[in-house]
C-alpha cells in the first residue's frame, strides 16, 4: 500500500514512524514532511492550505491512502477534495472537521447526543457576553469559536481580560470553568464504529508548575496509572460512541480522529473540546505504544471496514517532552542552530520545526523538537526523554523538567 501524509510537525514524524513500522505499508510519502521525516519517508513540497495540490500530488503518486495530519486542511474539505477523486482518505469531511472549527458547532453536536460538557453561552453582542459572564461567574472561560492555533481560549479571575478577549472574537463561547485533572482520549473511527486508544495526558503551559501562557503542548506521558480504571469505556459509552452516532444521524459521519479533551471533574467526565486530527505531542507517546499495524488500522478506517478491529498497546510507558524556541509561544526566536541528536536506546527524537541549510539543521518553529523515551514504568520512561533532550544545544531553547513528574511518583507509590 502507497500512503501520502499531509503534514510536517512532531505528529506526523511520529505517525509516519508507525506507518513505515507497517509491513503493507510499501512506499510512503509525506508533504511538506521535514528533515526528521525525510529519514524515513520520501517528502515533497506542498502548501497544505492548497486542496487542490493536495489531491494532484495524491493522483500524481497514485496513493491507495491519505492520512491528513493537521487541523487546517482538514476544515477547509481537503478530505471532500480527495474523496471526490476516489481516494480512500483517513481524515474527517469539512463538515465533520467542524466538531473542531467551530465550537458552538461541537456544543450543539454535543446537546443533541446528550453528551456531558461544560453549559454555555455562544454570543455576538456585548450584552449577551457580559450576561454569560455574569451567569457563570469566575474563573471566567471565554473561547473564540473559530480554529485560533491554540490561542482561541482565555481562562481567568479578571472580568475585564475575559471581555476584551470576548470582544476580540466574532463569535464567542463562554461557558462555566470545570475543575479537575484534564486527559486527552482518542479513537479511531469509519464513520460507524469508534476505536478507543488508551488515554494521555498533555501539559499545555509553558513552565514548570503549569505556570505561563497556553500552549500547543509542552509535553505528554501515557498511560495514566492514576486515572479510573473505566476511564476508556466511561468515554466510549458517554462521549465516543454518541458522537460518532450523531455525526452519522445527521449525513456528515465523522472518519477519522475524534479527539476527546476531557476534565474529570467531581460530578463525573465533561468533554472540554473536540479536535479532528491526532493531537501534538500526545500522539509522540501513543504510537511508541501502539502494537497494532497503524497503516492497516486508518486504511480499515478510511474504507469503513473497523467492524472487527481491535488495538492492541506494549505494556510499557511512555513520556514525551518538547524542546522550544526561546520566547515560544509568544515570539519564538527561529533561525538557530540545532546541535547533534543524541542517540539513545528507547528514545526517539521527532522534529516539529526544523529544516536543513546545507549540513546544519535549523529551528524553523515555536516547537522544535519532541523527544520521547520508553519504559518499563514512567519513571524509567521519563529518565530516557530527560537524559535525550539535555544532549541537544539549541541557544536560548527551553523544556519543562515537570512532564509526567506527579504521575510517576504516584505510580511509585502504589
Ligand atoms: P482548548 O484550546 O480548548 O484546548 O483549551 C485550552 C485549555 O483551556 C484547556 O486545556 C483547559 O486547560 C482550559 N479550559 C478550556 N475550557 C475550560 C473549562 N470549561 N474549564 C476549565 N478550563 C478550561
Ligand atoms: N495537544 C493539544 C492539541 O493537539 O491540540
Request: aromatic share 6%; glycine share 10%.
Amino acid at each position: 500500500m502507497k500512503i501520502l501524509l499531509v503534514g510536517s510537525g512532531g505528529r506526523e514524524h511520529a505517525l509516519a514512524l508507525g506507518l513505515k513500522a507497517d509491513k503493507s505499508c510499501t512506499e510512503l510519502h509525506v508533504a511538506p514532511g521535514n528533515p526528521g521525516i525525510a529519514t524515513l519517508a520520501t517528502i515533497h513540497p506542498l502548501a497544505i492550505t492548497d486542496n487542490n495540490a493536495i489531491c494532484e500530488l495524491a493522483q500524481k503518486l497514485s496513493v491507495d491512502l491519505v492520512v491528513i495530519g493537521p487541523e487546517v486542511p482538514l476544515v477547509n474539505g481537503a478530505a471532500d477534495v480527495l474523496r471526490s477523486a476516489g481516494f480512500a482518505v483517513f481524515g474527517p469531511s469539512k463538515a465533520a472537521a467542524q466538531l473542531e472549527g467551530s465550537k458552538d458547532f461541537a456544543k450543539g453536536v454535543m446537546r443533541d447526543a446528550g453528551v456531558p460538557t461544560a453549559r454555555s453561552f455562544t454570543c455576538t453582542q456585548e450584552s449577551e457576553i457580559e450576561r454569560a459572564l455574569d451567569a457563570f461567574g469566575a474563573p471566567y472561560v471565554v473561547k473564540d469559536d473559530g480554529l485560533a492555533a491554540g490561542k482561541g481560549v482565555v481562562v481567568t479571575n479578571d472580568r475585564h481580560v475575559a471581555l476584551d478577549h470576548a470582544r476580540a472574537c466574532s463569535r464567542v463561547v463562554i461557558e462555566e470553568y470545570l475543575a479537575g485533572p484534564e486527559i486527552s482520549l482518542f479513537g479511531i473511527s469509519d464513520g460507524r464504529n469508534i476505536l478507543p486508544m488508551q488515554p494521555a495526558q498533555d501539559f499545555k503551559r509553558a513552565f514548570d508548575g503549569d505556570e505561563g501562557p497556553n500552549t500547543g503542548g509542552m509535553g505528554a506521558y501515557s498511560p495514566l496509572p492514576w486515572a479510573p480504571d473505566d476511564i476508556v469505556e466511561e468515554t466510549y459509552e458517554k462521549v465516543l460512541a454518541p458522537v460518532i452516532a450523531e455525526m452519522a444521524a445527521r449525513g456528515t459521519p465523522f472518519i477519522g480522529l475524534l479527539y476527546a479533551g476531557l476534565a474529570l471533574t467531581d460530578e463525573g467526565i465533561r468533554v472540554i473540546e473536540f479536535n479532528a486530527r491526532f493531537g501534538d505531542p500526545e500522539t509522540q507517546v501513543l504510537i511508541p505504544l501502539l502494537m497494532t499495524p497503524l497503516a492497516t488500522l486508518l486504511y480499515k478506517a478510511a474504507t469503513d471496514n473497523l467492524d472487527d478491529a481491535v488495538l492492541q498497546w506494549r505494556d510499557e510507558s511512555a513520556v514525551t517532552v518538547v524542546l522550544a524556541s526561546q520566547g515560544y509561544p509568544e515570539s519564538p526566536k527561529t533561525g538557530s542552530v540545532i546541535s547533534s541528536i543524541p542517540i539513545i536506546e528507547n528514545s526517539q527524537v521527532f522534529h516539529a520545526g526544523t529544516a536543513l541549510n546545507g549540513d546544519s539543521l535549523l529551528s524553523t518553529g515555536g516547537r522544535v523538537l519532541t523527544v520521547t523515551g520508553t519504559g518499563a514504568d514512567l519513571t524509567e520512561a521519563r529518565d530516557r526523554a530527560y537524559r535525550a533532550i539535555s544532549q541537544i544545544d539549541l541557544e536560548g531553547s527551553f523544556y519543562r523538567s515537570d512532564i509526567a513528574l506527579n504521575a510517576s511518583v504516584a505510580e511509585k507509590g502504589n
